[in-house]
């Protein structure tokens, strides 16, 4: 079952405490389609610039990425710097060159019209939108987005998460869209747009997942994030996370609340491994085994009591 | 089985964005005794001034709290007053005036000499180690501490967690305790002291565990939050933790680590219904029906495959 992901590919300098990167393989649906692709096939829409190194394409080719929704475009791929500091939190953007994402328009191939499972990553909320007219019936939508949609596009994000099945956003961003510094208020407001479940990042707290505006206990879930000794870059987390998550219930085709949960702890485990490298290196060369090996130690780490059936 | 506490009694003064009390029932041991007094016999050892409220007297004694302990010193009642900002992370002290704490010694009354069940509420690390001299082979001695002993008291700190069963501690707290940005590192370390297990307190993200410093990540267990809609004051959401932590320990006479599992829950929800009120309040009228019930839910709350026997 394959998964289309639409979002951004990139050129990204990075530097933390612990070492920096310049140039290198970036950008939402790049983290998304490698994490993802573990799992199941994945159809990328996406531009890049004719400057684009033929490495990054032929790895992601590798993987099993379908490029025909690739796009390439005179001119220069986007590209974007950051910063993190000793808390490795939020980044600090330094620099962003849209370069020729900022003409960018999804044209998906006519085969992925089709697809079943859609990441609709951060990108302007128009763009999300403009995928959503083109995909006929799909089966599972997420979108994730940022604060930066929030101060600018907030209308047309909410028309966008109005329309899918699961929002993905950040703790403080959710916060943000709602106004409230309630995160359970925020869940309600974005729940009650009509999403089924809204799943919150925490970064290194881990994620939850809420379904019921009317009732957000019932039903919510909490998954931590793995406990790491070494967090070398927090670039691509969050879609990192997304595509566990979703190349798993794409492997499974199941998007059960209960398949939906082991997803996320999927989605954790991904996310844990992307961190401990700079930039994409740790997912390059991350097998289902140790993908698996954490899994199993997640059932571990919340059980205190067994659940009757 | 009684529960020896050894910590401040205090009138506090707090106010969050959503009200505030003045020189309300506070202090360490105070928030602890009201949780574990749901849960078991407690025998309180601090000291108040003259000026202490009998109906504060009047109210523990009816919660089952033993006062022999309770020293009282002519002079006025430690008082701490603080303000918490919209996030009600840390407080900010406004003020501090110690009183008769300024010279106060715990002198154990005979009977609780032979306590099982022992918590060192947050207090100079020289105090709490004055009451590890007194008692005699405690079954399970649990420490509490802050910043400012971190600070100022390092090594008398230092000695007193090398000498009890667990370590409770803030997140920050922990990390500054080893110096490092690594939580993780900060954990290995505390451990490295003796203590056989390191819990450590995350605020509005919940709890976790770690017990082995060769291998943190083995028998490591994560508690989350509940998720509140509404927070009225975090003060004495960590000591209600402690509370409810200990009190069902010394209710079920187990301390396996899978004992202490449960009982980190049973602490995540005595602290949940502690902060949805100002001060003590929300803890004078708890029921261990509303805590059972909190319970159960945390029990779905990370539950996503079964773990077999």
């Known amino acids: 079952m394959s998964i289309l992901v639409v979002g951004s590919v990139a050129l990204d300098s990075v530097q933390t405490p612990f070492g920096r990167v310049k140039e290198a393989l970036g950008g939402t649906a790049t983290y998304f389609s490698i994490a993802a692709s573990l799992y199941a096939p994945v159809n990328l829409v996406a531009v890049v610039g004719t400057d684009f190194p033929q490495e990054h394409i032929d790895f992601l080719k590798e993987r099993g990425v379908d ?3 690739l796009q390439i475009v005179r001119g220069k791929t986007f590209r974007w ?9 939020a980044a600090e953007t330094l620099d962003t060159q849209l370069n020729v994402f900022a003409s960018f328009h999804p044209n998906l191939p ?10 609709l990553a951060n990108i302007d909320p128009h763009l999300q939108l403009e995928v959503l007219e083109q995909v006929r019936n799909p089966g599972l939508v997420i979108l994730d987005t940022m604060n930066y949609w929030i101060n600018y596009k907030k209308e047309a994000l909410t028309e966008a998460m109005t329309a899918v099945d699961i929002v993905m956003i950040n703790e403080d961003e959710a916060r943000q869209y709602a106004n ?7 869940v309600r407001e974005i729940l009650d747009l009509g999403p089924q ?7 290194k707290y881990g994620a939850c ?6 009732n957000p206990i019932s039903g919510c879930f909490f998954a931590p994030a793995y406990p790491l000794e070494k967090i070398s870059d927090p670039t691509g987390a969050g879609d990192s996370f997304a595509g566990g998550l979703m190349g798993y219930l794409a492997r499974e085709r199941d998007i059960s609340g209960e398949a939906i949960k082991r997803a996320i702890i999927h989605g954790s485990v991904v996310g ?19 993908i698996e ?14 659940l009757e059936a």
């Open 67 to 69: 490029l025909k929704g």
């Open 81 to 89: 710097s950051a910063r993190y500091d000793y808390d490795l939190g």
């Open 110 to 119: 006519d085969e992925y019209k089709g697809s079943d499972y859609v990441f």
């Open 180 to 186: 409230t510094f309630s995160l359970m208020r925020a």
């Open 197 to 203: 479940a809204v799943v919150i990042k925490k970064g």
């Open 209 to 214: 997942m809420f379904c019921d505006s009317a």
């Open 272 to 290: 844990s491994f992307a961190v401990e490298g700079f930039g994409v290196d740790r997912l390059r060369n991350l097998t289902l085994e140790e």
């Open 293 to 306: 090996g954490r899994y199993q130690e997640f059932r571990h780490f919340t059980h205190f009591e067994p």
